[in-house]
């Protein structure tokens, strides 16, 4: 029986296999609008879209939704040990962006193809300029709102993000009107040649969009004289290295083997940020304005503040969002100026009552300045490890604050406000902790078997960690092996009152599986919270235990 076609509708074809071929066609073709705005991005500094794109999902979405976010994504890190949490972390949130990208590209090319599938074959540019119109715009107003890297000017920004979309669109349309005359009756005697003739332009379409690809992608990465690591001159006033020997290492007891370093090397000095790329700033035309509510509004250079007498102080900061056992947290030496000595330049009036601080990144939070000039530790801090601060970890300024999480203290801090009023900062309004004090927290770093020596009395199989409470400091850890007693364990002297204790345990040896836990107290008594609890809203609390198979070793 012959049955009649609707116009250019090929006879055998389905709706969905038609939009199926269309939701293909846009993922080819995504391929090339990715290399051609990395290529934009990595040569002229132009927005690389699918990153504003996450960063505007980031920023809007429920607090509630992001947590379940961070809070899968590092479990996954954890469960799979795909490496260090927050470099994966931010991989995967770079992976997560292009595919949001090409996904909206599939989208929205399945939808060209539905609407056109009751259209005659043939080709005009303009339904495909309309849908590039549709999703160009949109994308061009989120990168305008969260692009914060890119110093090409509002307009040639846009121009740019829509042509690029413009001009994908009216490819997406171009490849449905060859593929329509292709699978017109008319054009085909038979379904076999249809469909070869279809298989055929797709192959052809994705060898070419492959051929843009490499060369865009490649062009950007050859090309790319971007420097991403942060100032190659060191600030005045903080060029000084390391000492030969950190502050404690007289001390007689020396960790287990396989206990973290007692102080983390820069590279390896965990980085959580608002931000798919973190903001690039000049330091050689950088300039801190601190107005407000004072009686001389300041306006200070990097020379201006390395200018104060710097001081140094060993650090331990941890993130918020790090789970009981996590590496998100990291130790190192921080160099700066006590908040209080600029803020008394400033002249803070009557009812100044708080710092607003903001970053280049979007990030924002309050200080109360009573904490300020009580506490010298506080400080505007410009070098780290002895080196000016690195672009990913807050280049040229960011402040510490002892006793609170990460979330607290912003980076690439670009202006400072003395107000009257508390405001929420950035992760307070979504959701997490006012106060954010850290948590005293202990850690089982390992169970060295294979360092197990004879005291005379036996095997001893040292086990070791960390434990730390933010400044309020380690006066015991304890070890408790299956259901046994707790057996105190020995501390290491600290970096300073700011960092964590090393502490270790020589356990009598029994041949077996066990359970180990640890826990800590606070100089002040305090003991640590047992009661398991996630990061959010206050950070992780609850005992970090191992489980392990433990043998006699070799000799």
């Known amino acids: 029986m012959k049955t009649d076609s609707t116009p250019g509708q090929a006879s055998g074809r389905s709706a969905r296999s038609d939009i199926l071929t269309g939701a293909l066609v846009g993922l080819l073709l995504a391929a090339p609008l990715l290399a051609l705005f990395y290529l934009g991005f990595a040569l002229l ?20 939704v992001i947590t379940v976010g961070i809070n899968a994504m590092v479990a ?23 595919a949001g990208l090409a996904l909206t590209a599939a989208l929205g090319s399945a939808a060209l193809f539905a609407v056109q599938r009751e259209s005659q074959p043939g080709y005009s540019p303009l339904p495909g300029a309309l849908l590039g119109l549709l999703i160009g715009l949109p994308a061009a107003l989120i990168s305008g709102s969260v692009n914060f890297i890119s110093p090409a000017d509002p307009l040639t920004r846009a121009v740019w993000i829509i042509g690029l979309f413009i001009g994908w669109g009216v490819t997406v349309h171009w490849a449905w009107a060859r593929l329509a005359v292709a699978q017109a009756p008319q054009q085909a005697a038979a ?33 790319n004289t971007r420097d991403d690591g942060g100032p190659l001159d060191a600030l005045p006033g903080s060029d000084a290295a390391l000492p030969p020997g950190l502050p404690n290492a007289d001390d007689p007891l020396q960790p287990a083997p396989g206990t973290r370093p007692e102080y983390t090397p820069l590279a390896d000095h965990y980085r959580i940020d608002i931000s798919a790329l973190p903001p690039r700033i000049d330091g050689a035309v950088y300039a801190l304005p601190i107005t407000g509510l004072v009686d001389r509004p300041l306006e200070l250079t990097l020379d201006d503040i390395a200018a104060y007498e710097p001081v140094d102080q060993f650090v331990t ?29 400033a002249g803070p009036q009557e009812g100044a009552r708080y710092l607003r601080i903001y970053g280049a990144d979007g990030f924002d939070e309050t200080v109360d300045i009573a904490s300020i000039t009580a506490d010298p530790r506080i400080m505007l801090t410009y070098a780290w490890d002895g080196q000016p601060l690195t672009q990913e970890h807050g280049f040229p300024l960011r402040i510490y604050i002892p006793n ?12 400072i406000d003395v107000v ?14 006012e106060v954010a004090r850290m948590q005293a927290t202990s850690v089982i770093d390992t169970v060295a078997v294979n360092a197990a020596y004879d005291d005379g009395s036996g095997l001893r199989v040292p086990i070791g960690g960390i434990a730390h409470a933010g ?6 850890v304890e070890v408790r092996v299956d259901n046994g007693e707790w057996a105190e364990a020995r501390l290491r002297r600290p970096l300073s009152d700011t960092t964590w204790v090393i502490w270790r345990y020589d356990w009598p040896f029994v041949e077996g599986t066990h359970t180990f836990n640890v826990r800590c107290v606070e100089t002040s008594g305090a003991p640590q919270i047992e009661t398991s609890a996630p990061p959010r809203p206050s950070g992780a609390t609850g005992l970090h235990r191992r489980s392990v198979r433990v043998s006699a070793p070799e000799t």
């Not at 797709?202 to 060369?215: D, K, N, P, S, Y």
């Not at 400044?471 to 015991?476: L, M, Q, S, W």
Request: contains cysteine; charged residues 20%.
């Open 420 to 433: 009257a009023d508390y405001e929420d900062g950035y992760w307070v309004r979504r959701g997490w902790d």
């Open 45 to 64: 500094d132009l927005p690389f879209v699918p990153f504003d794109m996450l960063d505007w999902a980031a920023r809007t979405l429920p607090g509630d």
């Open 76 to 98: 996954l890190i954890g469960a799979l040990q795909l490496g260090e949490t927050s470099s994966v972390a931010k991989t995967i949130e770079h992976i997560m962006a292009v």
């Open 471 to 476: 400044a309020r400091g380690i006066a015991k």
């Open 404 to 415: 609170v999480y990460g979330m607290k203290q912003p980076k690439w801090i670009t202006r």
């Open 191 to 223: 379904s076999d040649v249809t469909v070869l003739d279809r298989r055929a332009f797709l192959v052809r379409l994705g060898g070419a969009t492959a051929a843009i690809t490499v060369v865009g992608a490649g062009l950007g990465i050859l090309l």
């Open 317 to 345: 900061l941890s993130c918020i969002s790090n789970p009981i056992g996590g590496d998100l947290i990291g130790t190192t030496r921080w160099t700066g100026v006590p908040m209080r000595r600029i803020l008394a330049d």
